[in-house]
């Protein structure tokens, strides 16, 4: 494996997509595929019908990749996309419809807000798994962030894992990574490595 991870930019669009589009993720059904789209900075008040279907948030993805609107880094083999990780400042994701749903929580009135970087989501392809791969990303995730200037990188991984839609990451890999456990929301933790 040739592994190369860098940040998405919107001339990685067509990747991207076609990444979500090969690629089975979260329970594997074509109808349910998310495109990351949910995690994105677009206000949850617009309404979920945009949303609706996996062509939907197809459209919305290629939007959002232009836009800026969804960030994090790709992890290519070859030219090939073989993983994603969503991350981005987390003052971009509290009115995603994904931060209601899932975090609300949280609170987010402190004054680090500015400083922390969130990582929300990593789909690695089916046969890359178990390679290091998410583990990777997030060490690249860390690394920019410092460079960046921010002090915190945060995740929010389930608490219990399932066999399916622990897109999260599991709680072992940040631990080993230096993060330490923040906060307990019930069905998530909240799980933070400081930078500076």
């Not at 290091?132 to 608490?159: H, N, S, W």
């Not at 599991?170 to 490595?193: A, S, W």
Request: aromatic share 12%.
């Amino acid at each position: 494996m040739n592994l190369v991870i860098r940040p998405l930019t919107m001339d990685d669009t067509i990747p991207y997509l076609n990444f979500f589009d090969r690629e089975d993720h979260s329970d594997d059904l074509q109808e349910h595929k998310c495109y990351c789209v949910c995690w994105s900075s677009d206000d949850h008040r617009q309404g979920l019908e945009r949303m609706s279907t996996a062509a939907k948030r197809r459209d919305l993805a290629a939007q959002y990749v232009r836009t800026g609107l969804i960030r994090g880094y790709l992890a290519f083999d070859g030219t090939r996309v073989v993983g994603w990780c969503n991350a981005n400042a987390r003052s971009e994701y509290t009115h995603s419809i994904s931060w209601i749903r899932n975090l609300q929580e949280l609170d987010t009135s402190n004054s680090d807000d500015p400083f922390v970087k969130s990582i929300f989501c990593f789909a690695i392809a089916k046969e890359y798994r178990r390679m290091g791969i998410a583990t990777k990303l997030l060490e690249q995730v860390c690394k920019d962030a410092f460079r960046e200037g921010y002090q915190y990188v945060e995740a929010y991984p389930k608490r219990f894992l399932k066999k399916k839609d622990d897109f999260e990451g599991p709680l072992t890999m940040y631990l080993k990574q230096g993060f330490f456990i923040k906060e307990d929301i019930g069905h998530y933790l909240v799980v933070r490595k400081q930078l500076h």
